[in-house]
């Protein structure tokens, strides 16, 4: 579960200060998805990067699965992001020289040496989770020889590799058209109710907001409940 309680958020201007998040709260639960939408620079990502813990508020709570962030020393606030935070990046970021499932396999070796049965285990899982998001036929692809909406799909099984309860995706669907970004949308909230986890996602395109289980409009920094969207008929 994720949970912001009165979140504020600022950053130096100058000899002002800019309001990034002003005393915003949200929670979201497991195997639900929640959607932050409003115009570029009113705070979503900011919102995004205070809920995965990149960025500590100057006030307020950030809770993960009822864990205080405040609460934990850097290493524990690294590990815990580590183990119960997946991220989706809007871009996909994927290392040209490895392959889809190489991409996935090197998330589950970082700071460890793997055994020859931890490379097994590894290799086993990275197939499952490209097999869950379609990808099994071209697991030994790299990045050039896949579509854009393939190599967001490679990112979005990439941040499941350590399990986590909980999923942030920002933009995901920016350099998609219509049709694949559809796609992507609907992966991500199969996997959220599947594998359970609580996913906080940030979008402009009013046309997914339907689809999800709640949705937040950020202006200025200020996050509130957005405007009921009709689904299409």
Request: hydrophobic share 45%; glycine share 6%; charged share 20%.
């Amino acid at each position: 579960m994720i949970e912001l309680r009165d979140v504020t958020l600022t950053y130096p201007d100058g000899d002002g200060i800019i309001t990034a998040i002003n005393a915003a709260s949200l929670i979201v639960k497991p195997g639900e998805i929640t959607a932050i939408t409003g115009p570029s620079g009113s705070g979503k990502s900011s919102v995004l990067a205070v809920a995965s813990t990149l960025i500590a508020p100057q006030q307020g709570s950030v809770l993960i699965n009822g864990t205080p962030a405040a609460d934990l020393s850097r290493i524990q606030t690294a590990a815990l992001r580590r183990d119960q935070i997946g991220i989706v990046f809007q871009q996909a970021n994927l290392l040209a020289s490895l392959t889809a499932l190489e991409q996935l396999e090197v998330m589950s070796h970082l700071g460890s040496t793997p055994t020859r049965r931890s490379r097994s285990e590894t290799r086993a899982k990275a197939m499952e989770l490209l097999a869950a998001v379609g990808l099994e036929k071209k697991a030994h692809k790299r990045p050039n020889a896949l579509s854009g909406g393939e190599r967001q799909r490679v990112n979005i099984a990439r941040a499941f590799m350590n399990d986590p309860s909980v999923l942030i995706v920002d933009e995901p669907t920016s350099s998609l058209d219509q049709e694949r970004g559809s796609a992507i949308i609907e992966l991500i909230i199969e996997l959220t109710r599947t594998r359970n986890v609580a996913t906080l996602l940030v979008t402009h395109d009013r046309t997914h907001l339907p689809l999800m289980d709640a949705v937040l409009a950020m202006v200025d920094g200020d996050l509130s409940a957005h405007a009921p969207v009709a689904v299409a008929a």
